[in-house]
């Protein structure tokens, strides 16, 4: 299996083009390749597949075998390696996704190489029981939830997966690893949960720390920033334009008052190629 090893931001990716289909033992494939000992090491898998809706269609496998949604700093990695690899002209691109249906891609160049990516992420979704949570209000906004003891409280919100946004006084101290996994597994998650802990520091900037779904802490997670972004506005917190810094690297995302789409724009990089043999 040839392959192309890819990040956003830090979060990482085993790219693959030229499947028609996901392999019938991807989830076993995945959890084997993504290991970080005894394997390629990735957040995650992603197959670059044919689409009848869009131009191609993205699908990504967790680390844990599970399969994502959708996937902020996937989707550029993805159109990164189309547009450099020549498998689609112009400076647009559609991607189907499963969760979030089709998105449109701009393409940033530098000397014809792509350097930035923004994505219209379309309309966040902020009913409790479409999240899904199962909490049914609209919108869920500083909702508690207590984890052994301590009550948290969150703001809910899906971009084509489901977020739960919690504001802390530093995340980026934050202990993850004690609250993340429990937060994950939260019985008011019906489908588990992304979690992003938040410190705003001005109208303009935030910083977040996340725990997804699947994947355990990683150093970046785009659909996390685009549902800080609109937790942010919910909760007066922010503008609707923003710089999202997290562990990797910054965000821009925009909530767009027109037509109620967040746009994400950030970059994405090659790290390697290589084939995997197992």
């Known amino acids: 299996m040839e392959f192309t090893k890819m990040n956003g931001l830090g979060n990482d990716f085993v790219v693959i083009y030229g499947e028609k289909s996901l392999p019938e033992h991807v989830s076993e494939l995945a959890v084997q390749a993504c290991n970080r000992y005894f394997g390629i090491g990735a957040d995650g898998f992603v197959y670059i597949l044919p689409s009848e809706r869009a131009d191609f269609m993205m699908r990504i496998i967790n680390s844990d075998g599970t399969e994502a949604e959708q996937c902020g700093n996937a989707i550029r990695c993805v159109a990164k390696y189309i547009a450099d690899h020549g498998h689609k002209d112009g400076d647009e691109l559609t991607i189907e996704t499963l969760g979030a249906g089709v998105q449109r891609v701009q393409l940033h160049r530098e000397n014809g190489i792509v350097k930035s990516v923004r994505v219209d992420m379309g309309a966040p979704v902020l009913e409790g029981l479409k999240v899904p949570t199962t909490v049914d209000q609209n919108p869920i906004i500083q909702h508690p939830v207590e984890v052994d003891g301590t009550t948290f409280y969150f703001t809910a919100v899906s971009m084509g997966n489901p977020h ?115």
Request: charged content about 20%; proline content about 4%; overall charge negative.
């Open 164 to 278: 739960a946004v919690i504001y802390v006084d530093d995340a980026v101290t934050f202990d993850l690893n004690t609250w993340g996994p429990k937060l994950e597994v939260h019985p008011l998650f019906p489908r588990k949960i992304n979690v992003e802990f938040a410190t705003v520091n001005n109208k303009n900037q935030v910083d977040m720390r996340v725990w997804e779904r699947g994947a355990g802490p990683t150093l970046a997670c785009g659909t996390g920033a685009c549902a800080t972004l609109v937790s942010s506005v919910l909760n007066e917190k922010t503008d609707r334009r923003a710089t999202i810094s997290l562990a990797g690297g910054d965000l821009f995302i925009e909530w767009d008052v027109t037509d109620n789409h967040v746009y994400m724009t950030g970059p994405a990089e090659f790290v390697f190629t290589g084939q995997w043999l197992k």
